[in-house]
T-cell receptor, first 114, second 110 residues
Framework: EAQVTQNPRYLITVTGKKLTVTCSQN?????MSWYRQDPGLGLRQIYY???????DKGDVPEGYKVSRKEKRNFPLILESPSPNQTSLYFC?????????????FGPGTRLLVL | GIQVEQSPPDLILQEGANSTLRCNFS?????LQWFHQNPWGQLINLFY???GTKQNGRLSATTVATERYSLLYISSSQTTDSGVYFC????????????FGTGTRLKVLA
């Protein structure tokens, strides 16, 4: 089954404790992306990657890091989480082939930073 | 950057009614997608529609790229259509940098 998986699905942590949210896709997609969703603000792109070792900042990259060492994985790293990073996070992937750019989303990760 | 506005922000319908959701964007785009976020938070792609019209069951979408808007039509709505509908555009073609609208929250009453 074609899918994007994220782990963990729920996470409560404390300010300053480094954490990683994993994302993996099994569709051989070149493009992967991280979004955060906050009430009233819709989804905002954090980082995106067009291929292995190619990443770029989205609209809200501050406080986040990413890496793309393998095509299927795109982890999101919070080196020193703060309460304003409490949010719902989504990973997405898609193909760059014209007409097939549909984005597929993971199930989301709810993060609470105390 | 591109601005994306959706209207209405909220919509309440009786089951069986039809509705039209609108997405306006401030610049030309090569990639526009509609998504449904169900009450459990799951995001499902509905349409990839940079231009023209597509239909999928009770849902259809039309994008008029030259006039910078897209419409999502829901016919004979069902309670399972409840949730939030988002449109998203790619800021610059081929970059994979997306801008989402703030969504239309739809509630369908039985």
């Amino acid at each position: 089954e074609a899918q994007v998986t994220q782990n963990p699905r729920y996470l409560i942590t404390v300010t300053g404790k480094k954490l990683t949210v994993t994302c993996s896709q099994n569709m051989n997609h070149e493009y992967m992306s991280w979004y955060r969703q906050d009430p009233g603000l819709g989804l905002r792109q954090i980082y995106y990657s067009m291929n292995v070792e190619v990443t770029d900042k989205g609209d809200v990259p501050e406080g986040y890091k990413v890496s793309r060492k393998e095509k299927r994985n795109f982890p999101l790293i919070l080196e020193s989480p703060s309460p304003n990073q409490t949010s719902l996070y989504f990973c997405a992937s898609s193909s760059p082939i014209a007409g097939q750019e549909t984005q597929y989303f993971g199930p989301g990760t709810r993060l609470l930073v105390l | 950057g591109i601005q994306v506005e959706q209207s209405p922000p909220d919509l309440i319908l009786q089951e069986g009614a039809n509705s039209t959701l609108r997405c306006n964007f401030s610049d030309s785009v090569n990639n526009l997608q509609w998504f449904h976020q169900n009450p459990w938070g799951q995001l499902i792609n509905l349409f990839y529609i940079p231009s023209g019209t597509k239909q999928n069951g009770r849902l259809s979408a039309t994008t008029v790229a030259t006039e910078r808007y897209s419409l999502l039509y829901i016919s004979s709505s069902q309670t399972t259509d409840s949730g939030v509908y988002f449109c998203a555009v790619e800021e610059t073609s081929g970059t994979y940098k997306y801008i989402f609208g703030t969504g239309t929250r739809l509630k369908v009453l039985a």
